[in-house]
């Protein structure tokens, strides 16, 4: 900050003596006091090499990409009577689950887990839920990759919402846990923890 005032009043003060002298005074002066031309440059170019760190640096969203499944719908009725039927809930937990189905904009064709539309669906195993959150993440991640044409090992800050293994990343790849609740952000709204991130690494993705 100390070289961008000092830059500034010293080109502040030369044009303001070039201002008040006639263009043969400038021209030989410049000519003869080629020091004072330097001096002028240099802080010309000082001020416009500040000025360009100063300016935030854009950060750009390239692409993204939603997982939808082919034909794994159903009615909200009908995913509420297969939560219910499971009797694992209390009064006050179907009550609260009803609420958030009902606040979250659950429609009548609401994607459901492959578990739902099975014959015997109650009694859930954790392999369905693996299955369930591996589809969602990894059909995602593979379909953004596809589009974008960027490798894996290409990238070097990454921002999640859980933590996989599966793509082979850098072992020095920065990464930032994100806590979201029922649902994440929409993507264009960039938190300012990413956006700081990259910035500060202009050439990285």
Not at 67 to 94: L, N, T, W
Request: hydrophobic residues 40%; contains cysteine; aromatic residues 8%.
């Amino acid at each position: 900050m100390k070289l961008f005032h000092l830059s500034l009043a010293t080109l502040l003060t030369l044009i303001l003596t070039l201002l008040t002298t006639t263009p043969t005074t400038i021209t030989t002066t410049t000519t003869n006091h080629p020091l004072l031309l330097a001096s002028l440059s240099f802080s010309a170019l000082a001020l416009l090499l500040l000025y360009r760190r100063s300016c935030p640096r854009l950060v750009l969203l390239v692409d993204y990409t939603c997982y939808k499944p082919d034909f794994d719908r159903c009615s909200s009725e009908a995913y509420k009577y297969f939560i219910f039927d499971s009797r694992r809930f209390s009064r006050e937990s179907e009550s609260f689950i009803s609420d958030i189905l009902a606040k979250s904009g659950v429609g009548d064709e609401v994607y459901a887990p492959p578990l739902v539309f099975q014959t015997d669906n109650t009694d859930a195993k954790l392999r369905s839920a693996v299955q369930e959150a591996e589809e969602g993440m990894f059909s995602a991640v593979d379909s953004l990759l596809d589009k974008t044409h960027i490798h894996p090992s290409m990238i070097d800050i990454l921002i999640v919402a859980c933590s996989v293994n599966k793509y082979k990343l850098n072992p020095d790849i920065k990464t930032y846990k994100e806590e979201w609740g029922a649902a994440p952000p929409p993507s264009p709204l960039i938190s300012r923890q990413r956006s700081c991130a990259l910035r500060g690494s202009p050439h990285m993705h």
